[in-house]
């Protein structure tokens, strides 16, 4: 859903990339910062410590956006640069949902939920693109949408709330990605 917004923010976010691009701080290098950003993020949370962790998170998931417009702004878009950080944004969240589970903020086994359910979310669109289906950006609860509500519970204390309707909306979203998959591929 979140994706819908993306070209009313795409300017603005060339506009913040802009002086990261004459500093000389290339798409990539921003990609690994966000990682690192959400690393500490996921320790706040295995400490227990919700509001700072929550806040880190939507620090980290900010730079996180900007390598892509830094990408397109500095003409270097590249398809390992789209692997990389696609491939980093599977770690972030696994890290983030093993930081809030360690710390003993929700129940493991929901936590592991989430996580396979958000990677499902994930690799349902991966795989139905690469099999011609075009851009597979549907369903009710892509990564940004999950990214907010995990920052959003974490603020107000109740991320084990967070987790739990991450869990429960990222299994619609992949169950709604598969429906729309086998409608554009059959």
């Given amino acids: 859903m979140l994706s819908k917004l993306r070209p009313i923010t795409k300017k603005y976010l060339e506009r913040i990339a802009s002086p990261l691009a004459k500093a000389g701080i290339t798409p990539n290098q921003l990609t690994v910062i966000g990682l690192l950003i959400t690393f500490a993020s996921a320790y706040e949370f295995y400490l227990g410590n919700q509001i700072i962790a929550g806040l880190i998170l939507i620090f980290g998931s900010f730079i996180d956006a900007l390598d892509g417009s830094l990408a397109r ?14 491939t980093f944004d599977r770690i972030s969240d696994a890290a983030v949902l093993f930081g809030i589970a360690l710390g003993e903020l929700v129940d493991w086994r929901m936590a592991f939920l989430a996580l396979i359910g958000s990677y499902m979310v994930s690799y349902t669109r991966c795989r139905a693109e690469l099999a011609g289906s075009g ?52």
């Fill in 73 to 86: 702004l500095t003409g270097r878009v590249t398809r390992f640069g789209g692997f990389l950080d696609s």
């Fill in 135 to 186: 851009t597979l950006a549907v369903g009710i609860a892509e990564r940004g949408e999950r990214l907010i509500i995990i920052m959003v519970t974490a603020i107000l204390n109740i991320v084990w709330v967070g987790v739990y309707l991450v869990a429960v909306l990222a299994w619609i979203t992949f169950i709604q990605r598969v429906i729309e998959a086998k409608k554009r591929l059959e």
